[in-house]
């Protein structure tokens, strides 16, 4: 072992064998620094600095000790001095052309006599080092790697590996060929410096090579390129993706999707659509699936289901099909989409899955359609009115209320509250899709959304509350607020929700729209405009 190391740790005691730098117990550093060397220098008195000429020469290359600088902070002792005064009277020094140095003083621009602000001296070098006559002296403080290093403002000598920036205080003027991000302030001169748009694109941002090569930008270091992987390769931050946050509105439906905080990505998919029926009359569709985290791929499941459940839907109503059968048929569409993602080899991995619930408005009639527990809601406009939940969960705690072993509030206090007992997938059990007409007869609001908008306004009044009073005239700044309240709440699952607008019924049987009986909706939860009636619904073929 070494004469210079300890032979033991100094915090706990603990052996050491030879080469350890830290301790093996109790992970303290045992490196003890060796003595320092004795050397015979002297100490030497400095003399007095020489009163200065009344316009000195400024030395080739040299370093000066000055004070603070004008404008920009102070510069250290031995550092190249900031250069301040006019940039038109910035010269390089007469320097004879054989001698030794030539090239590296005339690469850095020297302030002429007029323009100096002050006089530079020499420092006083050590009389144990003598000088080199045509080296360039070496600064007292420098970089790890052996460059200089300028104090802030100072300008980096070239020739020594130095970088120049443009875009610091007192560096070197502006080449005549211009600097490199010379479009990107024409660009954004009118938003002023410092108010530029930080997710601007790579060119106006003039980024180098991220942009050169056509390749995103990071929005978080905004100067590394995103590979493929979705992570910048120069500071490492996952980039957003495109799913992480996703509005749309058409017409008079509009939905939201978010990420939420807590998931890493997002696992719900929706889709809004509109068309038009044999009669000439609009209906109105919206789709909002959420994947089964458990299961794998959950976010392909749901946008396969999303997007079959819609196009199935956008097939069937223009050709006069009953809105509940176009329903029932659109489920199963998504389903034998959601179970063509499943393996080849079976229980290889849980097969994608996923939940659905859809909305129609069409002449006059609500259709509501939906598998596992995501929820459509009905709020009037007329808030004395009461709002009512269209759905039935396919839950654990829905099943438990609904046999009457647990009350509501105990079954979905249980931890196996959101145990799903039915959804789309492969390995899901006998299928069977949920569908209900309504026929309401005064305006309102159907609210389409997963769990993880209700976990945060569960009951009808709840989500009456948090629903803008507007909703009707602006379903995409509702959907925007129902979001919001669950990232608020937390978010600690994706968050997607469609908000449909439905108008006033009209004409000579307005008022005997609401004289039907209940038909296939839930029963205490029907809304106070009653269902289709019993003859119309038996449209429904049976699944």
């Known amino acids: 072992m070494s004469m210079h190391r300890p032979s033991g740790c100094p915090s706990c005691a603990e052996p050491l064998e030879e080469g350890d730098r830290f301790c093996g117990v109790c992970g303290s550093p045992v490196s003890a620094a060796p003595p320092p060397v004795s050397r015979d220098n002297p100490t030497l008195p400095i003399p007095p600095l020489p009163a200065a000429p009344a316009a000195p020469a400024a030395p080739a290359g040299g370093y000066a000790l000055a004070e603070p600088a ?204 509109a068309t038009a029926l044999p009669d000439g009359s609009a209906a109105t569709v919206a789709i909002v699936c959420d994947g089964v985290s458990s299961a794998s791929r959950p976010d392909e499941a749901s946008a396969a289901a999303a997007g079959a459940a819609n196009e199935a839907l956008l097939e069937a109503l223009p050709r006069g099909a009953h809105p509940q059968e176009a329903m029932h048929d659109a489920i199963l569409a998504a389903a034998a989409a959601v179970n063509a993602l499943a393996p080849e080899v079976p229980g290889a991995q849980n097969a994608p899955a996923c939940t659905l619930v859809g909305a129609v408005v069409s002449s006059g009639l609500l259709t509501i359609g939906w598998v596992g527990d995501s929820r459509a809601y009905w709020v009037p406009d007329d808030r004395d009115a009461l709002p009512r939940q269209l759905t039935e969960d396919d839950s654990w705690a829905a099943q438990m209320v609904a046999a009457g072993l647990m009350g509501e509030a105990e079954a979905y206090a249980d931890v196996r509250a959101h145990a799903i007992t039915g959804w789309l997938g492969a390995d899901a059990y006998d299928l069977e899709p949920h569908t209900a007409t309504f026929k309401p007869d005064h305006a309102g609001v159907v609210v389409v959304c997963t769990d993880g908008l209700w976990n945060y306004a569960e009951s009808a009044q709840d989500m009456a509350q948090v629903l803008p009073a507007d909703a009707a005239a602006r379903p995409l700044h509702s959907a925007q607020v129902l979001v919001g309240h669950a990232l608020d709440g937390g978010g600690h699952d994706n968050v997607t929700v469609a908000v449909v607008p439905f108008a006033a019924p009209t004409g000579p049987g307005a008022a005997e729209a609401g004289a039907g009986a209940a038909a296939t909706a839930p029963g205490p939860q029907q809304p106070p405009a009653q269902a289709e009636s019993e003859t119309e619904a038996e449209v429904r073929p049976q699944g």
């Open 70 to 273: 004008p404008g920009w902070g102070s510069v250290a002792a031995g550092a190249a001095p900031t250069l301040v005064g006019d940039t038109a009277g910035w010269s390089a020094p007469a320097q004879p052309a054989g001698e030794p140095g030539a090239e590296q003083a005339a690469a850095r621009p020297v302030p002429d006599a007029a323009a100096a602000v002050r006089p530079v001296t020499e420092p006083v070098a050590p009389p144990a080092v003598p000088p080199v006559a045509g080296a360039a002296p070496v600064p007292p403080q420098g970089s790890s790697y052996g460059a200089p290093a300028p104090a802030y403002g100072g300008v980096p000598d070239p020739a020594a590996g130095g970088e120049i920036r443009h875009d610091r205080p007192g560096s070197s003027p502006t080449p005549p060929e211009g600097t490199p991000w010379a479009a990107a302030e024409a660009a954004y001169g009118a938003a002023g410096p410092g108010h530029e748009d930080p997710y601007a694109s790579a060119a106006a941002q003039g980024s180098g090579p991220a942009a050169a090569d056509g390749g995103k930008t990071c929005v978080a270091c905004r100067a590394g390129r995103v590979d493929t992987d979705g992570y910048c390769e120069h500071c490492g931050h996952a980039q957003p993706r495109e799913r992480d946050h996703l509005e749309e509105e058409l017409g008079s439906v509009a939905a939201v999707s978010d990420r939420g905080l807590r998931h890493h990505r997002n696992e719900d998919s929706f889709a809004v659509a």
